[in-house]
């Protein structure tokens, strides 16, 4: 007996779905740039957004790969530690040099991004026997050996920066290219957000934050103008701080806005004790040999870093450590601007 033939489709009972879109030739709005946030879907698109010097929105290009697996020079066998796994650019690059018999440890603090990351390396064959994700700020880097049953690492990577996901969300409220809400917390879940953070700042104590987190000029002036109000929305702090820099030209503001957003930020997520902690915990956390890179993009991390790395080289507890920062070539500041401040800098346990 022949088998029943299937009813052809309906397509007005099941109508073939189709991709967003949006109107217009260039989306404004972050969530509508489904070109660059899936750039599978339009391979062509990333082309031109790399080719024209810029990162595409929503993505992440890791910063002097090849200058931090020169310092770390990881081999087969080795535990590693990556500090601040991001989008998994530079655990990538460590695995599949530690591979055979190694082991990444990477940690995050930021719960969005961790989950995503995390499953794209899965789903590229690093499993629980080469890779442990651990959501946690690099501060509790000893916890986290303690807890994978290690004393010390044979390398440590720590990238200071933040990843390009969270700066191009606007929901993260990092940018000031769209609106978005007032909060800046890598954890979300955790401390004030920073509209109720700057809400509650006095301007002297504002000015000295800026001044100290990233040398910003105006200084007194933008902290006299913000501290203390409330705003809600990005954009509505960036046009307060606008308000004050009338003989700017666009360029100089929009370096004014990123400084002053970087400085903010900085305190929101406690970034500086979270570094001390991390430089005063480095030393028991590497193995005799062990090497470290830290990878800055400001000058207060950069100095935090220098100075520590220098009083334990004094002491005798690292062998060597970087004379000068490694900053990233003219290839990689032309094809990725915001590598452009980095400053990395290395050390060898005694």
């Not at 809400?199 to 040398?215: T, V």
């Not at 006299?224 to 929305?233: K, L, P, S």
Request: hydrophobic letters at 40%; charged letters at 25%; glycine letters at 6%.
């Amino acid at each position: 007996m022949p088998e029943p033939v299937p009813p052809p489709p309906n397509p007005l009972a099941d109508p073939p779905r189709r991709r967003p879109r949006y109107p217009g030739k260039h989306p404004r709005r972050f969530d509508q740039k489904y070109k660059e946030l899936d750039p599978n879907r339009d391979p062509a698109t990333l082309a031109k957004v790399l080719a024209s010097g810029k990162t595409p929105a929503g993505s992440h290009i890791p910063i002097m790969v090849s200058e931090i697996l020169e310092a770390l020079a990881p081999k087969p066998g080795e535990l590693a530690v990556d500090c601040t796994l991001g989008r998994g650019g530079h655990a990538r690059a460590i695995l599949q040099r530690i591979l055979p018999g190694g082991h990444l440890l990477a940690l995050d603090a930021d719960p969005i991004e961790l989950p995503r990351t995390e499953a794209l390396l899965r789903a590229e064959g690093f499993g629980p026997e080469s890779l442990t994700v651990k959501k946690s700020n690099f501060a509790g880097i000893q916890a986290a050996l303690a807890s994978i049953g290690a004393k010390g690492a044979d390398l440590i990577l720590a990238d200071l920066g933040v990843s390009s996901m969270q700066l191009d969300n606007p929901a993260r409220g990092f940018t000031t290219k769209h609106s978005g809400p007032l909060d800046m917390r890598m954890n979300p879940a955790r401390g004030l957000p920073a509209s109720d953070w700057l809400e509650r700042a006095k301007p002297e104590k504002l000015a000295a934050i800026l001044a100290e987190n990233s040398d910003e000029p105006h200084a007194a002036a933008i902290a006299a103008r913000i501290a203390g109000q409330r705003f809600d929305e990005t954009l509505a702090l960036a046009n307060a701080i606008r308000s004050v820099l009338p003989r700017q030209t666009e360029t100089e503001v929009r370096t004014t806005l990123a400084r002053v957003f970087q400085a903010i930020r900085i305190e929101v997520n406690e970034e500086f004790s979270a570094l001390d902690a991390l430089l005063r915990a480095l030393p028991n956390c590497l193995n005799p040999g062990g090497r470290i890179a830290i990878l800055s993009f400001h000058s207060g991390e950069d100095r935090r870093v220098k100075k520590a790395l220098q009083a334990a080289h004094r002491e005798g507890t690292y062998s060597a450590i970087a004379r000068d920062p490694i900053r990233p070539g003219p290839t990689e500041k032309q094809s990725n601007p915001r590598s452009t401040p980095a400053k990395l800098r290395w050390a060898c346990r005694s």
